[in-house]
Structure formats: C-alpha cells, structure tokens
C-alpha cells in the first residue's frame, strides 16, 4: 500500500500554519527568558563536516572520542530477517516469507524486505501501539479507544507526527466523536497534569516535580511550570448531567493562578499567562529552511488540486459535533412546545456552551502551544522523538531515560542525534522514512557482543558498535508464537478438536461512551480460563465473569471511528427526552447512572458441543492496555497511566508459568493435519531430519546445527508417537530464551 | 504509657518547634523508638476489601435510639461496653481479640477515588500509580519458602507499580479453584512435561553460553521459580478439597468462608500478605437486608478465622484488617438505602500485637463526623505498618526518579497496640 501525505492534508491545516507560525514568531520575540539546553546550539555539534548519514555522524563521533574498537559484523541473512519483521510488523516471518526472502538477489534482498514490511498493514498495527504507548492511550479511558483507532488509521494514512500532536494537544470535543481529545481526557484534562505529560512525552524534558517546587537538580522553576499548566488552564472536562456524554470545552477562566496555593496572599492570585519555555533554533536553521521549503511546496501542489476542484465543502474540523448541531436540537426542542424543567435544563446548558464558544470551541491557547512545540525551530520535540524510534530499533537511546533531556544527561552522541532529528524534519515529521533510514543504516544490521566482559560490552553497546540484546515485546511475543505455531487459521482438520466445554457468551447491554465493540471468538480462546477476574469494589461477588489470559480479542478500529463520529446518538436521545414526563427523565438518567457503574456485557454460560480448532487474532488490536493478569501485561505492557512509565521486560514467574503451562504455547506446539510437518512425519516418505529442520526455521529463524538436527531426529526416533515429540521439541523451541530474545 | 501519647494535641507547637522532622523520622517515630519495648512484629497480613463502601452504623458503630440508626440492634460483646452490630452475633464473642476504629475521616466518596485511597493510603492523581498495602508488605517483608508472598483471592489488588513486577500479587480467582498456569498443559502427562523441561534446561544451557548477561540469567531465574512452585509441597495451601465438611461448614461453604479458609491456610504455610475481597456493600437501595445477608456470610468466618487463629497462637504475629472505601450515610434514603459517606467511618482489625477490645476514636451520636481522635487514612495505613515493623516513612523512587514515601505522610495512631 503506497500512502501519500499530500491527500491527508486538509485546506485548513495549511491555512492554519501559516497563522500559527505567525503567532509562534511573535510570542518568541516577546519572550526573552527561555531556557537554553545543551550550551548554545552552535557549540552542541561538533565543528566537523555536515555528515552524509547516520553512519558518518556516528563514525565522525565516535572518532572524536577516540573509540576504535570495531564494530560487530551484520548479522546473517536470517537474524536480519527475523530482526526486522519483529521491527516493523511485530511477528517473527513465516516460510514462505523466509523463502521469498531468500530468493531475491543478495545485493538487494533487504532493501527489498524493509519496502515490503513498510507497506504491510501490520506496520501500522505495530507502531500504534509504540503510539499508545507514548501517549498513554487507553482504551478504557474515555474517548481513549476512538483515540487509538485514530492514531491507527492515522499512522496508515500516513500522516506527519507533528501534525498527529498538533491535534492531540489543541482540540476540543465530545468523548469518542472527536477520537484525538482521548489523549487528554486520559489525564482528566488537568492542567498541572497536563503540563508534565506535554513536557515529558513531546520534549522528553520532565517537569513534573516543578508543579510542587523548583526542580531539584535542572533549570526548572515551579514558574515555568505553571506558566506551561497555562496554556491547559480554560480548559474543562464537562460531563453532561443527562446524556453522560463526556467533552472537553474551553471556559473563560483560566484555573491556573499564581503564586500558587499556599504561597502569598489570596488576593494576590492571578489567572497565569501562558509561556513557552523552551529554547527555539533560528528561523534560518537548515533543517528549518528545508521543511519550510517543503512545505510551501506542499502547500502549492494542494492549492492548485483544489482550484481545479473548484469550491469543495470548507470542512470546519475545529467543530465539536456534539454542538455543531446544538442550535438546531434547542430549536427543534422548542418546536415541541415541552416546557419541562429537566428537559430546560438540558437545552441550557446546551445552549450555555453554544453562546460562551461560538462555534469554535478549540483552545486558542492550546492552539497556541500546539504550535510551539511542534514548530520546526522546537529540537526538543524532534530530538526527543527520533531518540524514542531510535531506542525501539537499536535497543538505546542516545539519551537515556529517553524522556530525560537536560543537562546533567547529555546525549551520547549529539552530533547524530540531531543529524536524525533535521532529516526527520525536514521530512516533514515521517514517521516511515526515519524508520526507513534507522533500519537501513550500517547500525542495524550490527549483531550482538558475546565479550565476557561485561565493562567492554557496555562500551561497545554505547558507541552503537554493538547493539544490546533486547526481548520481543509482549504484542510481538504473542504474535510470534501464533505465527510460529500456524494459529492464525486453523491447523486441525475439522472434527478433530471436539470438546464439551461450558462456553460463555457476553451479550452487550449498552453502548458506553467509550465504545469497545468485542466479539469473543470461542475457539482458540474458551479453553483455559480463570474465574473472578472481576475488579474489587463491584457487586455481586459470587457472579464473576471469566476472562481469558491469552485470549485476543480484536478490535475493529474502522467501525470505532465510525460508531462514535455517528452524531445520531446525542440528537435522538434528546429526541426522547423531549417525549417524556419529569419522572421518567429522572427513571431514565437512574437507569444510566445504574448502568454506568454496571458490565457493559451480561455473561451466560451454556453447556455445548464444539469443535475446538484453534485459532488466534493479532494481540496488536486488541483493547489496550489488556486486564492486568492478561499475557501481554505478564509481558510488559504498560498500563499507560503513569508519566515516564516503559514496558517492564524483567522476567517473571508468572512469565515463565503462562508459557510453560499456557494455552497459546500449547497449541502452537501441537502438530496439526493441515501443517507440513504432518506430512513429514506421518505421509508415505517420513522425512524427521527435515521435519526438525522446518521446526528451527519456523521457530527461531535459523537452520539447526548438526548437532541440534541430530538431538531432534534423535527425540522423533525414540518416541513412540512421532506427532507428540515433535510437539515436544516445538514447545521447547518456543520455551527456550532465544525465541524471546531478537537477534 | 505510650510516648506517642498527647503527641497528637500539641502537634501544632511541636511542629513549629523541630521543623515537623528530624532526619526524615517523625518525632512520634523517634520518641516511639526511644520508649518502645514490643518485640512481636506482625509477619503476616489477612486483609479484607470490602468493595462498594460498607455501612459503618450498621457494622462496627451502631447508632441505638438515634433516627440514623436504621434496622439493627446492637448486641454486647465478649468485651465489656462494647457493642457492635446484631448481624455478627460470633464475632461479637471474639471481640477481646480485636479493636475497632471508629474515626476514619476519609475524603473521597467516590469507588475509583475511595478504593485508592484506603488501598494505597495516596490519593489519585493524573500521572503517577502509587502500591496498594499489599506490595508495600511485601517489599518490605521477604517472601518465606515456595508461595507467593503475596496473594489476592476473589478479586484484584492494586498494582506493585513501582515497586516492581516481584511485588505483584499473585491471583486466585474462585477459592479452591486450580490455578491452570501450575499444571502442565491439558493431555501432557507429568512424565512427558518433566522430559521437555529437562530439554528446555538443555537448550537454555547452550543459549546463555552464547548470550552473556544478565537477561538470560534472570530469565533462567525464571523459570527456576515456576518449576520450583510447580512442583512446590507447599501449593497443597491453594487447595481446599481436604479441608472437614465440618470445619467447611464453620466457616460457611460459601465464597467468602472459602476465601477466608484458603487464607488461613496460606498464612500458615508463610504467606506475607492475602487480600479477600468482596463486593455488594453499595447498598443504595434496600440497605438492611443485604447487610443482614452480608453478616450471615461474614459473621462465622470471621469469628472462626479469629478464634482459630488465636488458638493455635498465630494471631499473635498476623494482622487481620477489613476496609472498605468508605462508610454510608447516616440518614436512610427514600429507597431504604443508604449513598456514599466517606466524613466518618469505621475499620475492624484484628490480631498483629494490637490491644484486644480496644476501640479507637468515635463518631459523633449519629454518626455523620469523627467525634474525637479522627484517623486520617495515611495514619490508618502508618499504623498498620507499625504492627508489622515496616518504617512508614521509608522513600523509594519511582520511574521519574522521585522519591516516594512507602505511605502518604501518616503518623501510627497510638493506642491500638498493646
């Protein structure tokens, strides 16, 4: 699939950087006291030639610091391959993609091999989730599912980072019918949280601790905080009384007010004026100029599309839906003659936020600091992005912890940090070519230092000489044993699976504002299940809904848009409200509230006969992050609610006990009729060493070692039952610490 | 008497007077130290979570006479002057080995908020997830022999956070039920699992002489841990199945009275931390008869839990704690229910060194607000650290290298321990 950013980018968004970068200009002239990092920027790289590529820079650093040590040598074919799937698309490769692979001409087969793993849909699937990751989306938040769903179609439509932020950070709307206010509504849109989050996740600068003092060891002041929390500071999380529904909306006060509580009188308080605090590269920067250049003409190829379009429909995407068609319900309302105070009260407060936003209700001030941090002269926010890609493919950052910049922690390598940070921008924030150019560097083709000193290690792994052994994520962990395992379509002939099982159905009770829309697919995921899952502090006790620790369920994030950009639902239910007496709005609003705090699902169990062939779905796209017990929590995933938390890759018991014991291990180990290691081992001509030979392949990317194919022949000869020791011989591949380690 | 004594009236003046701390240690700390000749530290905590808010009037501080005091009568205890509610009529005659609190000034009337904070002693805020009770213990205290140290039945603990992954509780849904994890997979004999576990050892053999470091270590680590519990004697604690029909039917055959066995069996065998929760006390509506049906259940556990615990002397050294997030409202609603109330409210504990019979502050005559001695939670939870020699005040860091407290800022209310 080829995507072109050209097509994304809406008449409005160009109209409005240009605006922005007006005010952006203006702000900074007005504003003498920001903060220098890193020296002056002219002194942070070194005075050397402008390198050519991530390999120059890094040679030309390296040299500077007198590191000769050389570098590992690339990996083979086959690690490369296994390496990069696990990259790009989140799963070891098959067969067929092993043998394809091979079959290109050795000159060109990696090149190849990256173009075809961009292309494929899992790459979206796959850096959604670093997205959600960084953004700590969550789909039990609210509006959070419509959030990732966005970023997912987002990322497949190929559009700019930046652009992806801008939206994050500046909009307004309802719950789920505007997906990207998820991203704040996830921290309650706090401003002082607010604050930390857009330091530390867009800049990785962390701020946090200034909302309470003047940071302890960095240039911080509590006022810089506050002055950041401003921008967030009329903003408000509204909850509407009767429809439940959940917006964000612009107030005319701000909440933020200095000094703050408890320092000075109370009649000294003042609302806070916002203020950027970062230093900014002059408008001249290369980097700046080039993107700028781009831009413009970006700018003129769509202009020229759009005369020969003639006028389209001018597409206000600073509109709130739910108030788009405010005027209209009041009026229809009205029409109706019901004079019913509850229902008043709702056409009120509708009309409330009509009048006090107009019909804009985005945050001029988050537009504001929308486009500060954004902006092209901002490193920061480039710098801080490219470091987090960087780490995801080559296992370190140049800073670390990666939302740690400041000056007690300089980037190891400045010099190609900001060469990867100018070309992402200049770019235009592509989030493909800079994984492009990560991937095709000299870098990532470098294998692992097996030096039994462990101080030589580390220094090889800091100069990027050798790259640190990393474990697959818990999504790629996942998908990878179903990969391995053949589990994404069924492996077993019909019938031979036949199981009494009691098998649970959930019924969805109730569209929530949230909207995860599951289907629970029985096989494959009803075997193994553990009761009470159920969260402490709800009711009936003896009721507990099982859940599933290694079941997928996946989401369809298409129909998560469209369901929640679906204005139907708010127009109809004050449609009903207007129809019905005092007693039952408030009957109505109990029957909400009650449902509220309620499963969205009744559970029944029914006795049945099935045909247990099992079959998984990609852990990539399923409601994140998963219950707490669930494998890919055991694994790591992060619940993405505290700032600065990373995935967990410590290894565990209950690790160890879900892929010993578990179901998906299992499964993936069975040898199925439909695989061809069946006919291997049981067709006319049993060919074990062969057998054995697919097994290493499949599993673990690589042809055996004789001694390894001898051990493995050896278990199918001696057991009785060819089948089962080469199920054996799967589950210790899948077991074994290499599968979990990319190469 | 206990040097904490009086601390809490002049802690104004004494504050002004040393800077509120010395060293990080609370004054109370330090004169405790000073003074303090107990030696039996609690090892072991059972702690009950009591999802949904439980009603305080109708528990362990009834209101008798007063319009708020709803249905139930309170009945005299094994303890002098002391009464709880009719709806634990065996309980009551165990009370010599308990105290109750009885001033609980919590402030969030809401689940998500209340659970937080009597389970962390923190409260919520945006961008940080502070431990729950239990990951504290067990951070602090050390795991003994093959089980977890810590245990949740019937429900969810908090997260370890950052605590770390060794903190997290480990889960058993239904009491009894076989956790399928510790078994080896449906069709695969213990034989052929033992053979393919000696392979894998083989195979991790070779990887890690090929892969230094630490990751393959701890890995190996790993799954040393899972065979080990695997194969452990000790997981016979997780079963119920040999447990007397007599001794079944003490406690109740039931969730709950199963919970409440499984986690006396776990303590026996060593296990630091059980958390048994229990949901169905947001009783809005038609509050009496749930709670009737709420002390049918929790009335004959308990007491068995209690008097067999004492028997057999281990009482000493485990605290057993109930809590909910927050109590209910004093006035009884339109729908014979009662709604949030988190002003006043009440805690059961048992065991761990404390003063038997003894009851800790009080709300006012109908019971709306802490009357005197008002127990703010963070104190709730310092106290608690307190019976199990776990220094409160202690700092850990999190992620953003920020240093945490083990409990938010509570002194250990004087008076609970013997």
């Known amino acids: 699939m080829q995507y072109n950013s050209i097509s994304q980018v809406s008449p409005l968004f160009v109209r409005l950087r240009w605006v922005g970068s007006a005010c952006l200009l203006s702000l900074i002239l007005l504003n003498p006291a920001t903060h220098r990092l890193f020296g002056s920027e002219k002194t942070s790289s070194l005075d050397s030639v402008q390198p050519k590529s991530i390999d120059d820079a890094l040679d030309q650093e390296n040299a500077v610091h007198g590191i000769v040590d050389p570098p590992e040598p690339a990996i083979s074919d086959l690690a490369w391959i296994r390496r990069i799937s696990l990259d790009l698309i989140g799963r070891i490769p098959s067969e067929e993609e092993i043998d394809e692979f091979l079959s290109w001409p050795a000159a060109e087969r990696r090149e190849r091999m990256i173009e075809k793993r961009m292309a494929d849909e899992r790459f979206t699937d796959r850096w959604t989730t ?134 000075g009188k109370l009649e000294d308080r003042k609302p806070m004026t916002p203020r950027f605090p970062f230093e900014m590269l002059p408008e001249d920067h290369p980097s700046v100029v080039r993107l700028n250049a781009r831009r413009t003409a970006l700018a003129e190829e769509k202009a020229a599309l759009l005369v020969k379009q003639e006028s389209g429909p001018s597409p206000d995407e600073s509109l709130d839906d739910l108030l788009a068609d405010a005027d209209e319900k009041v009026v229809r309302q009205t029409r109706k003659g019901t004079r019913d105070a509850a229902l008043e009260a709702v056409r009120s407060e509708v009309r409330q936020i009509g009048a006090s936003g107009g019909r804009s209700l985005n945050s001029d001030w988050r537009n504001e600091l929308a486009e500060q941090i954004t902006s092209p002269r901002n490193r920061y926010f480039s710098r801080c992005f490219v470091n987090r890609v960087w780490c995801e493919l080559i296992g370190r950052g140049f800073v670390n912890p990666l939302d740690d910049f400041s000056n007690s922690n300089p980037p190891s390598h400045p010099q190609t940090l900001d060469y990867l940070a100018d070309e992402f921008v200049a770019s235009g924030y592509d989030l493909r070519t800079l994984v492009r150019s990560i991937v095709s560097s000299n870098v990532y083709q470098r294998g692992h230092s097996v030096s039994a000193d462990e101080a030589k290690r580390a220094n090889l792994e800091i100069a990027f000489l050798a790259l640190p052994a990393r474990r697959m994520n818990s999504e790629a962990l996942y998908d990878s044993i179903v990969t391995a395992g053949h589990l994404f379509h069924v492996k077993h002939a019909a019938g031979q699976n036949m199981k009494t099982i009691w098998a649970e159905a959930q019924i969805p009770k109730q569209p929530s504002g949230g909207g995860v829309l599951a289907s629970r697919s029985l096989t494959g995921n009803g075997g193994q299940t553990m009761n009470g899952a159920m969260a402490a502090g709800e009711d009936a006790p003896d009721q507990s809904p099982a859940y599933n620790l290694e079941g997928a369920i996946e989401l369809d994030f298409a129909k998560i848009l469209e369901q929640s950009q679906a204005t139907g639902e708010e127009t109809v239910m004050v449609d009903q409200m207007s129809a019905m007496s005092k007693e039952e709005i408030e009957a109505e609003r ?101 057998a054995v030979e697919l097994a290493y392949l499949e599993i673990l990317t690589r042809t055996p070692t004789a001694a390894e194919t001898d051990e493995g022949v050896e278990m199918i000869k001696a057991s009785q039952n060819r089948l089962d020791a080469m199920a054996d011989l799967r589950w210790v591949l899948l077991n074994c610490n290499e599968f979990r380690f990319v190469p | 008497m206990n040097p904490c004594q009086g601390y809490r009236t002049s802690r104004r003046s004494m504050l002004g007077a040393t800077g509120a701390t010395l060293f990080g240690l609370q004054l109370c700390d330090l004169l405790a130290h000073a003074g303090e000749t107990r030696d039996t530290k609690a090892e072991h905590v059972i702690f009950f979570w009591n999802g949904g808010g439980m009603s305080h009037i109708d528990t362990w501080d009834p209101k008798p006479g007063r319009p708020t005091g709803g249905d139930f009568k309170p009945i005299s205890t094994s303890v002098p002057g002391l ?83 060794t903190c997290e509780a480990y889960f058993v849904g239904a009491p009894g039920e076989k956790d399928p994890y510790l078994a080896f997979p449906e069709g695969i004999t213990n034989v052929r699992g033992n053979q393919r576990l000696e392979v894998l050892t083989r195979f991790n053999t070779r990887f890690s002489d090929k892969a230094p470091g630490e990751s393959a270590a701890s890995t190996k680590t790993a799954i040393d841990d899972a065979v080990t519990l695997m194969r452990s004697p000790a997981l016979e604690a997780f079963e119920l199945d040999k447990v007397p029909t007599t001794m079944l039917n003490r406690y109740g055959d039931n969730t709950f009275g199963r919970g409440v066995l499984l986690a006396k069996q776990l303590v026996e065998t060593g296990v630091r931390f059980v958390q048994v929760n229990r949901g169905g006390f947001d009783t809005h509506t038609a509050n009496f008869p749930a709670m009737r049906a709420h002390g049918d259940v929790m009335d004959p556990a308990l007491a068995c839990l209690v008097e067999d615990l004492a028997a057999s002397g281990l009482l000493q050294k485990t605290l057993i704690v109930m809590l909910s997030e927050f109590g209910r409202t004093p006035d009884v609603n339109e729908d014979a229910g009662r709604d949030h109330w988190s002003e006043v409210f009440s805690c059961f504990v048992a065991g761990g060194g404390i003063s038997g019979g003894n009851v800790i502050g009080s709300s006012d005559e109908d019971g709306y607000s802490p009357k005197d001695n008002p127990v703010k939670v963070a104190d709730l939870h310092a106290t608690f650290c307190r019976s199990l020699g776990i220094d409160p005040n202690k700092e850990v860091m999190t992620p953003l290298q920020r240093p945490m407290k083990l409990v938010d800022h509570g002194s250990p209310v004087p008076d609970l321990f013997a």
Not at chain 1, 175 to 194: N, T
Not at chain 1, 595 to 600: C, G, P, R
Not at chain 1, 634 to 639: A, K, M, R, T
Not at chain 2, 101 to 126: C, E, F, K
Request: glycine letters at 8%.
């Open chain 1, 130 to 263: 670093f997205y959600a990751d960084l953004l700590r989306l969550r789909s039990n938040s609210e509006g959070g599912s419509a959030a990732i769903a966005w970023v997912h179609r987002s990322l497949a439509d190929n559009v700019p980072y930046d652009e992806i932020c801008r939206q994050l950070i500046s909009k307004n709307g309802k719950a789920g019918a505007v997906p990207e206010v998820g991203f704040i509504l996830g921290d309650g849109a706090d401003p002082m949280a607010m604050a930390g989050v857009t330091a530390q996740v867009f800049l990785g600068v962390r701020v946090a601790c200034a909302q309470c003092h003047d940071h302890p060891f960095d240039v911080w002041k509590r006022k810089d905080f506050y002055e950041l929390a401003a921008f967030y500071g009329k903003t408000r999380r509204v909850e509407n009384r009767f429809t439940r529904t959940i917006y964000t909306t612009e107030s005319t006060e701000s909440l933020v007010m200095w000094p703050p509580e408890g320092v």
């Open chain 1, 590 to 690: 109990m029957r909400m509230k009650a449902a509220e705090n309620s499963y969205s699902y009744v559970e029944r169990f029914t006795r049945q006969q099935l045909d247990d062939n099992p079959s998984f779905t990609s852990s990539f796209r399923m409601a994140s992050p998963a219950d707490p017990e669930h494998f890919l929590r055991v694994f790591g995933q992060p619940e993405r609610v505290q700032l600065g938390e990373t995935r967990d890759h410590t290894p565990s018991m209950r690790q160890s006990l879900m892929l010993l014991n578990g179901r998906l291990t299992h499964e993936a180990a069975r040898v199925g009729e439909l695989e061809a290691a069946y006919v291997l081992l049981t067709g006319p001509k049993p060919n074990p060493k062969k």
């Open chain 2, 83 to 165: 009464q709880i509610s009719e709806i634990f009529p065996q309980l009551a005659q165990q009370m010599h080995h308990c105290a109750l609190v009885r001033s609980i000034a919590g402030t969030q009337a809401d689940h998500g908020q209340g659970t937080y904070n009597l389970q962390t002693s923190y409260q919520q805020t945006p961008n940080i997830v502070h431990p729950g009770f239990g990951s504290v213990v067990v951070h602090e205290k050390q795991k003994i022999g093959d089980l977890p140290a810590f245990v949740s039945i019937s429900g969810r603990a908090p997260r370890a956070s950052y605590l770390g992954q």
